[in-house]
């Protein structure tokens, strides 16, 4: 089995992406290959709406090519789950977003849960965004966010790990937290440790997108084009063109 990794983020090294793919091997079986790339031409980090605006077209051409290329399935390495309905629309390999894939995931272990952003700007979003997700509001506790400050998830892990802890702490002294969903995916590798210390589940974005992919390839299932079809004569020219 294939899997492909879209990093929307512009600009991300062959190193990075290959760093990432080895922390997700940990928990994918011996035959699941993963391979990530990011767009080469966006020039933009995805932390707005507008960001994904101008990321899109080259996100949707990524996808294209991987299902051309022989993957099985399509992983969008982002808590936003940029233009996922497109890449649905375009591709029949199953398409996995982050944030859905591990936001279903915590009501496998938990009644309700909360959830932690890297950006507090963008709680306004992410509160509207989560209730697209197929998950009932009442089941989404606490959204909150830590302040890195400038710090970098993957430059300073002690720190960034110690905000997520404190985030966590407050939130289960404020509400019922039963479990808590990472919600960026440069919080990789953070989850494990993060669940030993708060002692309830904490689910990584990344490992739940990826073995979500992979539950469903295995289980030989597809995108539907009943839900998904493309319908318009220019998307059916541009897709063709990709």
Known sequence: ?????INPDYGMTQEEMA???????EYTAPD?????????????????????????PEIVQLAADGQNAGFDAVVLYCFSDPVIDACREALRIPVIGGAQASCLAALNVCR?????????????????????????????????AVN??????????????????ACGQKMMRETHTEA?????????GLAAPLSRVLGIPVIDPAIAAVTTAES??????????VSYPLLCGKAREIIREI
């Open 148 to 165: 890195l400050n400038g710090i970098s998830p993957w430059a300073d892990r002690e720190a960034t790990f110690k905000k997520l802890l």
């Open 32 to 56: 699941t290959q993963l391979a990530m790339v990011c767009p080469q031409n966006s020039g933009v980090e995805l932390n707005s709406a507008l960001d994904v605006v101008l990321a899109a």
């Open 216 to 225: 469903i390839v295995r289980q030989r299932l597809f995108t539907s084009k």
């Open 1 to 5: 089995m294939k899997i492909l990794i």
């Open 180 to 188: 808590i969903v990472l919600g960026c995916l440069s919080f990789l």
């Open 19 to 25: 760093l990432r793919c080895r922390i997700l091997e």
């Open 112 to 144: 309700s849960f909360g959830v932690i952003l890297a950006d507090e700007a963008r709680l306004p979003e992410k509160k509207l965004f989560l209730r697209t997700l197929g998950v009932s509001s009442e089941r989404i506790g606490q959204i909150a």
